[in-house]
């Protein structure tokens, strides 16, 4: 069951649309070039290259399931929101141990300029992908 209204504002779609192309770039770049992504895994995950390899193909899924219409799949987009969500919160291990431990991508390291905004902003991305899906309006009203 979605919250969303099934007719939704230019913004919502906009917005909505950002964050599928955002997560269906980043997928593709797990999955061509998973390089970084394994420098930044922590030590603890197991099998990080097929972690990497899966958290590309669920970005992917995700992504789709944002831009599938619902009268085609109902409560798509709701799973979608959904999972795309979870996948932000369990990414946040990985975006911590880039930053604590300064780990270089591509032989150089990012500033705290890039992993400030990055770790505070991961509550926006879950956030974000909750409203696309239609999961939650907070804190929009209902029209």
């Known amino acids: 069951m979605t919250i969303a209204e099934p007719e939704q504002s230019f913004q919502r779609r906009f917005f909505r649309w950002l964050l599928a192309i955002t997560y269906l770039v980043a997928g593709i770049a797990h999955i061509r070039s998973p390089g970084g992504f394994l420098a930044i895994t922590p030590e603890w995950v197991p099998f990080p290259a097929k972690v990497i390899l899966l958290t590309g193909i669920a ?13 085609l799949i109902p409560n798509i987009r709701y799973a979608a ?4 969500a979870l996948y932000a919160l369990c990414v946040y291990p990985a975006n ?4 604590i431990n300064n780990i270089a991508i591509g032989g150089s ?3 705290w ?7 505070a902003l991961q509550p926006v ?6 409203i696309s899906g239609g999961v939650t309006n907070w ?4 029209k």
């Open 96 to 99: 911590l141990n880039h930053a």
């Open 125 to 130: 991305f879950i956030w974000w992908a909750l």
């Open 59 to 71: 970005e992917i899924a995700g992504a789709v399931g944002l831009m599938v219409p619902p009268k």
């Open 113 to 119: 300029l890039y992993h400030g905004p990055r770790l």
């Open 81 to 84: 929101g959904i999972g795309l």
């Open 139 to 142: 804190p929009f009203r209902r």
């Open 109 to 111: 390291t990012a500033s």
